[in-house]
């Protein structure tokens, strides 16, 4: 009995001795998971506004979820878009510079309650993408947004167009008949379809073809037949409009409600670009024009061409409509559709998502691809309302509702305010089609699997404007990592990411290498010194240092000292600062050793001068002659908007000329014979000496990459209507500039190109390197030229290059260029 009692006081031990041990392991494990998630930009644009939505997978998902910056470490407020065991798609804002990446963690089962917004924050149609699927009724344009791989094929599998699309150029595909077609692309697109042509085609009775299409952005292009709309959605916005041929169309600054207006221009691919996002309206303005636009956030500033219409998707949605002096307040529920007749600027405000159809006074004969209620392309269920009848120019006018199915088996119905319900089963690329004889009616459609959706007129062979939405967005790419514990005990901190390792210079080999790299070192070594003489009082109260800047082609020994404990707080404080201060030391030594040197040559010469040079007679051909500077130097006219040049800026300009070559040891010409006269010196001679500053670029590290950017098809221009700058003939090319310089590899800073601009000097260049940072402003004939190609400074040669500017005397403009020319290994930079 005691045996048996014994055994059950064990088997109670060891199972408590397991639960103690298996328990705290236990609720550990079920402080939650987390998963990391890095987005990175591709596209080479920048996305603002900016809408992503990812699919999570994990068995252990549940209801308490959180989306956390891990560089900001604040939270990403997120809409669930749909939910299921152990599955979950989530939207959120995130918009993303051009090559930007984000490091992102998704937290779950840790107990965190995340933020809820308002679905209007997540609603937003985005027309950029690499994957699309639609209609067409007459021609297809293909805007590529970066150098781009296109594939086009048919519902039969045709292909319409395979091939490359440069960034900034379109492809237009003219189609025979009506057709359904899937687009796949290794880059970021813009789609728009179109059966505008010009007056007097396939329209006898109102002798117009007219439709506007609508997007929302900060940077892009976009195909336009005549007209534009640009209104800004905040205040203090600088916005640029530009043509393909470079031709600047707008540039401004615009308040919140402003819109500046177009018309007129000739059928062109446009460039734009904006600090904060605007509303741009585009296409062939008339009393018949149809765009439905999905407001940003919730709110929508624009232009109603003749109505304006709202449609809510959601029961009590509150609406807050201003035109003018305008105001009107009124509730929708769901599927209500509301028609505004005002002609203007307005404003929309609503608490709900909502559609905003912008209407021409008379009729609608144009088109648009219907989004959902996020502004996604596809989904099994659409409701929405089709655009107005024409009673007046047309007889039979109907709207045409178009499903286009992306898979096959999918049975698709189409109900509502229709002459005829349809319920069909599709084909892949299969197209179902209803119609409607209601102006503005409305229209459900349902199908099992999903589908895209269009509304235009029976008449497509006119007036059809507009873009396609993407179903996917391969040019931001998305990495969803493991799931990995979270512990309670080991709380989950956000990870900076890790800074790069600051490459090191190289020191060219050589003497005359070394010792001309010493020599342009001498000006940071004296601003080490001198900035670092500020310690001094610092140091005898041992207070707070400021901060040092040293060369990092400067290396003090390492050397191991035992010092007084006493001294160690000291000691501290001033090491960081010994290297600076021993810098200009060595400064000091080396101006001496320059001074005695130039003594040296002035003696030589001085002898050399009193010897003089006797010849028969007895007579010294050595003559004093005062020759004054600016007759023999070029003089360089700097480009400015009055092209006037005043004597302060020449001197400077000669000032930083003869530092240069002093900084840089040019060897001087071969000396003029004693024989020649000082007054028969040729100008052009003296010119000639002072051209180059080659021997700076004897040397330098590794060529890196080169992005660029050609040409391949530019519209022709109407005459601007921006008057052009006329430069004068004081300033004509052939007179100031010797072209010659221009030919072969050069490297150009900003100011040098724009002067090359002005003096219409572009076409002698042969091959130009510019940086990213000048390239930016110019001109999109001149960003997208083969001759001119833009280099990419990383941080380190950036600050390599503000020193280089610096040693010149120059701007950082003039550093980063030679900067660039030694990452080339180009010895012409102007």
């Known amino acids: 009995m005691i045996v048996k009692y014994n055994k059950i006081v064990r088997k109670i031990i060891i199972v408590l001795v397991l639960f103690l041990l298996l328990f705290p392991a236990h609720l550990s494990a079920a402080n939650g998971y987390k998963k990391d998630i890095v987005i990175k930009e591709d596209g080479e644009l920048r996305r603002n506004p900016n809408f992503i939505t990812l ?92 150098d781009s791989d296109v594939n086009v094929t048919n519902r039969e599998g045709k292909t319409l167009f395979s091939g490359k699309i440069k960034y900034g150029h379109f492809k237009r595909i003219d189609l025979a008949s009506p057709q359904s077609f899937h687009i796949v692309s ?28 609508s997007i929302i952005g900060t940077e892009g292009f976009f195909f336009t037949h005549s007209d534009i709309f640009v209104t800004s959605l905040f205040d203090n916005n600088s916005v640029r409009v530009e043509d393909s041929g470079g031709e600047l169309i707008y ?24 600090d904060k996002p605007v509303l741009i309206q585009y296409g062939k303005f008339d009393d018949s024009t149809f765009t439905v636009i999905v407001p940003y956030l919730g709110f929508l500033y624009g232009y109603s061409f003749g109505e304006l219409g709202i449609f809510s998707f959601e029961d ?4 807050l409509f201003k035109g003018g002096s305008r105001t009107e307040k009124f509730n929708l529920n769901s599927r209500e559709f509301k028609l505004i007749e005002y002609k203007g600027g307005f404003e929309v405000n609503a608490d709900k998502p909502i559609l905003v159809y912008s209407l021409g006074k008379s009729s609608n004969f144009g088109g648009e691809e219907i ?45 509502g305010e229709v002459i005829k319900s349809i319920k069909v089963t599709l084909p892949p690329l299969g197209i179902a089609q209803g119609e409607s004889d209601k102006t503005t009616s409305l229209i459900d459609v349902s199908s099992e699997k999903p589908v895209m959706v269009f509304e235009t007129s029976n008449h497509t062979d006119r007036e059809i404007f507009f873009n396609l939405i993407p179903v996917a967005d391969k040019s931001i790419i998305v990495t969803i990592g493991k799931t990995v514990p979270v512990s309670s005990t080991t709380p989950v ?60 082609s400067f290396k003090l020994p390492k050397i191991d000292i035992v010092l007084p404990e006493f001294l160690a707080p000291v000691m501290d404080k001033i090491n960081p600062y010994l290297p600076s201060f021993l810098q200009g030391f060595n400064f000091i030594l080396l101006i001496l050793i320059l001074l005695l040197l130039l003594i040296l040559v002035l003696v030589v010469v ?53 530092e240069v070559e002093e900084s840089l040891e040019i060897k001087p010409k071969e000396e003029v014979p004693l024989e020649t006269k000082p007054e028969e010196i040729k100008p052009e001679e003296k010119e000639k000496e002072k051209q180059t500053i080659e021997d700076l670029f004897a040397f330098g590290p590794e060529t890196g990459e080169v992005s660029s950017k050609e040409t391949e098809e530019i519209l022709p221009s109407e005459p601007s209507h921006v008057q052009k700058e006329i430069i004068p003939p004081s300033v004509a090319p052939e007179e100031e500039f010797d072209v010659s310089i221009l030919k072969g590899r050069v490297v150009l800073d900003r100011k040098a190109l724009l002067r090359i601009i002005e003096l219409d000097l572009f076409p002698f260049l042969e091959e130009a390197y510019v940086t990213e940072e000048t390239i930016k402003d110019l001109p999109l004939k001149f960003r997208t030229s083969s001759k001119l190609k833009s280099v990419k400074l990383t941080k380190f040669e950036k600050s390599m290059a503000e020193d280089l500017g610096k040693r010149v005397g120059g701007s950082p403009e003039t550093g980063e260029a030679l900067a660039l020319a030694l990452k080339l290994k180009i010895d012409k930079c102007i």
């Open 55 to 146: 699919t999570i997978e994990d068995p252990n998902l549940s209801d308490d979820c959180i989306l956390i910056d891990k560089d900001t470490k604040k939270e990403i407020p997120f809409y669930i878009v749909k939910k299921e065991k152990g599955r979950i798609k989530i939207r959120f804002k995130l918009n993303l510079d051009k090559g930007e990446e984000k490091h992102l963690e998704f937290r779950f089962s840790t107990g965190e309650k995340r933020s809820i917004l308002p679905e209007k924050d997540f609603s937003f149609v985005n027309y950029i993408g690499t994957e699309f699927y639609g209609i067409s009724f007459e021609k297809i344009y293909l805007i590529a947004l970066k």
């Open 186 to 213: 290794t880059g970021p697109l813009m789609v728009t379809v179109s059966s505008i042509g010009k007056p007097g085609k396939n329209m006898p009775e109102d002798r117009s073809d007219d439709d506007i299409m």
């Open 251 to 274: 540039k401004g600054t615009l308040n919140a409600g402003e819109t500046i207006k177009r018309l007129g221009l000739y059928p062109s691919l446009l460039y734009y670009r904006a």
């Open 316 to 319: 009590n949605t509150n609406i």
């Open 371 to 415: 989004p959902t209620l996020l502004g996604y392309a596809s989904s099994t269920k659409f409701n929405f309302v089709t655009g107005k009848i024409s009673f007046k120019y047309s007889k039979g006018h109907r709207r045409l509702i178009s499903v286009l199915s992306q898979t096959g088996d999918n049975s698709v119905e189409i109900s």
């Open 493 to 552: 901190k956000p990870q900076k990411p890790s800074s790069p390792k600051k490459p090191e210079l190289k020191i060219p080999e050589g003497v005359v290498g070394k010792v001309l790299w010493e020599f342009r070192l001498l000006p940071d070594r004296f601003k080490s010194f001198v900035d670092n003489i500020k310690i001094l009082p610092s140091l005898l109260k041992l207070g707070k240092l400021p901060k040092i800047s040293i060369p990092i």
């Open 606 to 658: 001085r002898r050399k001068k009193k010897a003089g040079l006797n010849v028969s007679g007895g007579e010294n051909l050595i003559e004093e002659a005062e020759i004054n500077p600016e007759e023999i130097e070029p003089k360089i006219v700097k480009p400015e908007e009055n092209l006037e040049l005043s004597s302060e800026e020449t001197e400077t300009k000669e000032e930083t000329k003869s």
